[in-house]
Every structure is written in C-alpha cells, then in structure tokens.
C-alpha cells in the first residue's frame, strides 16, 4: 500500500470525520439499519483511523532519526575506502591481493569493473527511464555493505605488508568503524519493525474490504443517495467528498 502517501492516509481520515459531520446534521433521517453505518459506529471508526494515524507518526520519528545516523555514518565510506585501497597497493603486497581487495572495494562502493549492459528497454509511455533500472550487483544495501566491509578487514588483518601511518586507514581504527556502522544499521533495523506494524494496523482500519475506513465511507454514501435521492442537496453535500484507496 505504498502509493498512498502518509499525507494521503490523514486526508482520508479528515474527509471521513467531514462525512460523519454532514451526517450527524441529518438528524433524525439519517437512520440506516446497517449497523457498520450508524453513527455510533462511524465515530468509533473514526476513533480508530485517528489513533492508527497516532501510532504510524509516533512511530516515524524515531525511525527518521535512526535512517539519518545511519547515513551519516556510511557517507565516508566510500573514499574512506578508496584511501584504504591505495594504501594496500602502495605497498609490496601481491597484485593477486590487490586485485581481490579492488574487488571487495567496488561491491562497498557500488562500482564494476566494466560498465553493465541495460537489459530494460525504456517505456517511452511512462515518465521514468526503465533502463535505468537493470538489476544491480552492486551490493550497496547496508548489509551488503557492511558484509563487505568485513571482508576487506579481514584480507587487510591478513596481509602484514599493510601498515599504513595515518591513524583512520590503521586496522582499529577501520575494526571501530565496522562496529560503529552495524550498530547504526541495527538502530534502524530495531525501529523498522514497530513502525512496519503500525502501518499494517492503519491499513487494516482505513483498507480493510467490507470493515475499513474507504469501504464504510462507500456504504454510507449508498445509504444517503437512497433516502435523499440522487439529485437531493444532502447526496451532493457528501458524494463529492473525496477518498482515496492505497494499493
């Protein structure tokens, strides 16, 4: 349901607590037998809508938070990287272990050895460049990443040729920063949960067939073109109050 966007969701529940609000002025009339469309049941509905909407915003703060140290935290790497490498091949280690740490070097940096060839042509139909998006192996998830980064500390632990002087490319400094970007990415990891639960929840109650928030809404609008008629100023005053369903 990522097409509706956050924005989208809290517009649906404010156009839902508007619609409730037209009916509560029909007084007495707006009497349905359908109990998921009474008022009383409408406004427990929008209780709940607005309280999903709570627990998704709680949510994301802390999540934001935890994606932005995280880049933060990998934005160096990749010249980091590049400074390690040329340190390793400034030294007499073997061209077998210079080209092996280049290797592991282009997977964190996200780069090939050759260019890769598209395999998806664009859609001239779409705004986007669908060529574009060829299926990368560059690995440049944070796992990957990270996964990566081991590996290079290791080969590095492994070669004694590589001793460099400046305190940043030194092996504790590059074992530190290992440690330091995994706890980032667990931070995130760690809060990515609740707020994927929040989501599943806020959907259930706005998308949910037959029960949530944009089918209810549906029903109502049915029941009030029924009493009041098609051309009546009540049907108008909701049929044009706009809802929209996440995908």
Do not use: W
């Not at 929040?198 to 706005?206: E, G, P, S």
């Not at 009493?227 to 005053?237: D, F, I, L, N, T």
């Amino acid at each position: 349901m990522a097409s509706t966007s956050e924005s989208g969701h809290a517009k649906n529940v404010a156009n839902f607590e508007d619609l409730i609000s037209f009916c509560t002025g029909y007084g007495t009339t707006f009497n349905p037998s359908k109990n998921a469309i009474k008022l009383i049941q409408l406004n427990t509905l929008l209780t709940n809508a607005k309280n999903s909407l709570n627990v998704v915003n709680t949510s994301l703060n802390p999540f934001n938070i935890a994606v932005n140290a995280r880049e933060i935290a990998f934005a160096p790497l990749g010249k980091l990287v590049t400074r390690v490498i040329n340190a390793l091949d400034a030294t007499d280690a073997t061209p077998q272990i210079v080209k092996d740490s280049k290797t592991i070097a282009r997977k964190l940096q996200g780069t090939r050895a050759k260019a890769k060839v598209v395999t998806i042509a664009d859609n001239l139909a779409t705004p986007e460049n669908e060529s574009q998006k060829s299926i990368s192996a560059s690995q440049m998830s944070y796992d990957s990443r990270i996964e990566n980064l081991s590996k290079l500390i290791i080969l590095l632990t492994n070669e004694p040729l590589y001793a460099p002087n400046e305190n940043e490319l030194k092996l504790v400094a590059l074992n530190t920063l290992f440690n330091q970007l995994k706890i980032t990415n667990t931070a995130v990891v760690n809060v990515t949960t609740p707020l994927s639960n929040a989501r599943l929840i806020r959907n259930k109650v706005l998308y949910l067939a037959v029960t949530g928030l944009y089918d209810i809404q549906l029903e109502v609008k049915k029941y009030v073109k029924s009493v009041y008629g098609a051309s009546s100023p009540e049907y108008k005053q909701i049929s044009g109050i706009k809802f929209t369903k996440a995908r």
